[in-house]
């Protein structure tokens, strides 16, 4: 038998070389992150994945300690997922070409295992080649990230600054989300200098106010054990991959109730406003959903949330912002929205109180015909569960991106009585006539009926009370419940677009 101890030395020095690659930049720079509110790349995987439930892939490789790239594969809720998260305490979380070669691998184990892909940034971009690194190319690590789309659920977090290479991964991800103090930019202040003489500060090239308003990040977390946690929570919604449902959750509000205080939230006057989430809540199981893109085109309430058990996405317009007109922000952030959920069989819940999209000269300019036209398609497209109800009102184009008419593969729609429709309001439709009084009059009356003539129609499949709102939502979720039970692939086309 074979002597156990000739193999210590051999063990010793591989214990030595993990040591070296887990001490990170180390422990000057280690305890400078922490003092700066920071947690370390370690730590942030810790945070993210279930206790002691990570593996990870090239811990030895590379010029620096993991090649300033942390990487593997772990648990999120007993789910397998795959994640980097860039070592800013290593060369600034720079990029050599060992961290491109995992960046790629652990896209290329998320593709083949079909389990989501979560990257957390805090890195410089490429940097130069140096000595101890691989020689030779190597597979592309933004492609195989790409080819993800619609496969596998893909989130970044920004948990400091990012930019160049690394900074692409998050418009090119499903859900993105970044801390207050964190920064996104093409090329950071150093090189802007550079090329262009222009000085700026990394909070207003990239920080939340620039990342936020442009739609390259979607949300803002308060720190990074928050964001973490909103990862967490935002994997919950959706299966592993396009080739699951969503799970279902016991949330312990599971049934139909009725919705008694919903009369004393929405207005029955379609000119009042109100805020759509106090409506949501009533309607979710617990009260509880959770926005994307709050702060994005608010016109549009974009949620993830559960109804009887069943995760959903929620697309509401809100009347509290521009009356609930639809802008091209708006337009954009739901486009995505639907994609998304539709990509990984969420049904589709819309809620429509809106004058219609924004008209006028500013709207025009921010191309407010192509974003219409975007949401439309997206809407039109999908293939899954959509459920329909108009609250009071939706005029126009602004009925048709919220999905309303039935012959548009919904499961169901539906309206409160009362709701008008048409191409607009009956005030708007005298003043662009220039009607008479007694025109106007008719134009009034014709607008009280309108909901009914829909109804007779077929424009609606029926009118419901609003207190009957969740019963209703829980009936088509309930008669759709045979095709969300069967065996799903992804949808055939080439992806989500950013």
């Known amino acids: 038998m074979a002597d156990p101890t000739e193999w210590d030395p051999t063990l010793d020095h591989l214990a030595s ?27 942030r995987i810790a945070e993210l ?70 990257m957390l940034l805090e890195g410089a971009g490429h940097r130069p080649p ?57 090329a950071g202040p150093p090189v802007v200098k550079a090329a262009l003489g222009e000085e700026v500060s990394k909070a207003d090239l990239g920080g939340p106010g620039v990342a936020i308003a442009s739609g390259v990040i979607h949300n803002v977390s308060a720190d990074d054990v928050t964001l973490l946690h909103d990862i967490r929570t935002y994997l919950s919604f959706f299966g592993s991959s396009a080739w699951e449902r969503p799970p279902w959750v016991d949330t312990g509000d599971t049934g139909p109730r009725s919705l008694d205080d919903l009369l004393s939230i929405v207005p029955r006057d379609g000119n009042t406003s109100y805020d759509m989430r106090l409506a949501l809540s009533q309607l979710v199981d617990g009260g509880s959903f959770f926005q994307v893109q709050p702060d994005f085109g608010p016109s549009i309430i974009c949620a993830l949330s ?22 091209t922000d708006a337009a954009d952030k739901a486009a995505h929205f ?27 300019q921010t191309g407010i015909l192509r974003a219409g036209a975007r949401m439309f398609a997206a809407q039109t497209r999908a293939q899954t569960v959509k459920i329909h109800v108009t609250f009071r009102k939706a005029y126009g184009f602004g009925s048709s991106v919220m999905a309303m008419n039935p012959f548009d593969e919904q499961t169901l729609s539906f309206g409160f009585p009362g709701a008008t429709l048409g191409a607009m309001g009956s005030a708007g439709a005298g003043n ?62 080439t992806g989500i677009m950013p």
């Open 17 to 43: 070389r993990r040591a070296q690659a887990r001490a990170m930049g180390g422990s000057a720079k280690v305890a400078k992150q922490h003092a700066a509110g920071r947690l370390d790349a370690r730590q």
């Open 49 to 118: 994945l279930d206790e002691g439930s990570f593996t990870e892939i090239g811990a030895l490789s590379g010029a620096a300690p993991a090649d300033a790239l942390v990487a593997g594969i772990g648990m999120i809720d007993g789910r397998p997922v795959a994640v980097g998260a860039e070592d800013f305490t290593t060369l600034g979380g720079s990029i050599g070409p060992a961290a491109s070669r995992k960046r790629w691998r652990i896209a290329d184990v998320a593709r083949r295992e079909r389990v989501p892909l979560v």
């Open 130 to 186: 140096m000595p101890g690194d691989p020689g030779g190319g190597g597979p592309g690590d933004l492609g195989a990230q790409g080819n993800l789309s619609g496969l596998v659920p893909m989130i970044t977090g920004v948990m400091g600054a990012s930019a160049g290479h690394g900074a692409i991964t998050a418009p090119l991800c499903d859900f993105s989300l970044m801390t207050p103090d964190s920064a996104i930019f093409t």
């Open 306 to 327: 559960r109804i009887g058990g069943d995760a959903v996405g929620i697309v509401a317009n809100q009347p509290a912002v521009l009356a609930g007109s639809i802008d």
């Open 338 to 364: 639907i994609q998304v959920c539709d990509s990984f069989h969420l049904p589709l819940v819309f809620l429509a109180d809106n004058p219609g999209v924004l008209a006028g000269r500013a709207s025009e």
């Open 432 to 493: 662009a006539v220039g009607a008479d009084d007694q025109t106007r009059a008719d134009l009034q009356a014709a607008e009280d009926e309108s909901s009914y003539r829909s109804a007779n129609g077929l424009s609606f499949d029926d009118l419901i009370d609003p207190r009957d709102l969740r019963k209703k939502v829980l009936a088509g979720l309930a008669s759709s419940a045979r095709r969300r039970l069967a065996a799903v692939e992804p949808l055939a086309r």
